[in-house]
């Protein structure tokens, strides 16, 4: 696809579910980032990869949150033992490099109930 | 921690009128985005300023940079149905779009 791409486009889970959130960069951008919108809110950062590698995760909240890239591409939010706190709308985007325009998908919004 | 304040929160005004919203920080930034985005998608880049001072436009929109990069603003011109949405102010380190601090944004409405 021509742009960052995410699904599930919505997520509804019961509170303590285990739930993975999956982000299809632009095809050869090596940078890749993960930001939570919660309602009113501007996005945060999570966590940051460069290629493989978590650059830097200490956006991520706490333990229950996990994030991989394992080839460099696709990466995958994970989010175990989840809260009513969780719910927000999960962004991720990618570019070439750090240094470069940064393209947003149009994010997962995930309802924990 | 560094946060932006961004001013008003929400802006409802007529197809034809100007407006400015601005974004505000005790912190410096390296540089600054502003980001538009529409209800049930991702932020979109407008613009990246990174010297203090500096002046941008973009058709109808002029970005500027305060001289202590510290705040920011945004003037719309003759605003049209179009420009509605959430302007989004994001600081940064040096252009790097590692670890952007957004502020909460302003709601913007055109109406017809």
Known sequence: ?113 | TQLLEQSPQFLSIQEGENLTVYCNSSSVFSSLQWYRQEPGEGPVLLVTVVTGGEVKKLKRLTFQFGDARKDSSLHITAAQPGDTGLYLCAGGGGGSNYKLTFGKGTLLTVNP
């Open chain 1, 1 to 113: 696809g021509a742009g960052v791409s995410q699904t599930p486009s919505n997520k509804v889970t019961e509170k303590g579910k285990y739930v993975e959130l999956r982000c299809d960069p632009i095809s050869g951008h090596t940078a890749l980032y993960w930001y939570r919108q919660s309602l009113g809110q501007g996005p945060e950062f999570l966590i940051y990869f460069q290629g493989t590698g978590a650059a830097d995760d200490s956006g991520l909240p706490n333990d229950r949150f996990f994030a991989v890239r394992p080839e460099g591409s696709v990466s995958t939010l994970k989010i175990q033992r989840t809260e009513r706190g969780d719910s927000a709308v999960y962004l991720c985007a990618s570019s070439l490099d750090v240094n470069t325009e940064a393209f947003f998908g149009q994010g997962t919004r995930l309802t924990v109930v």
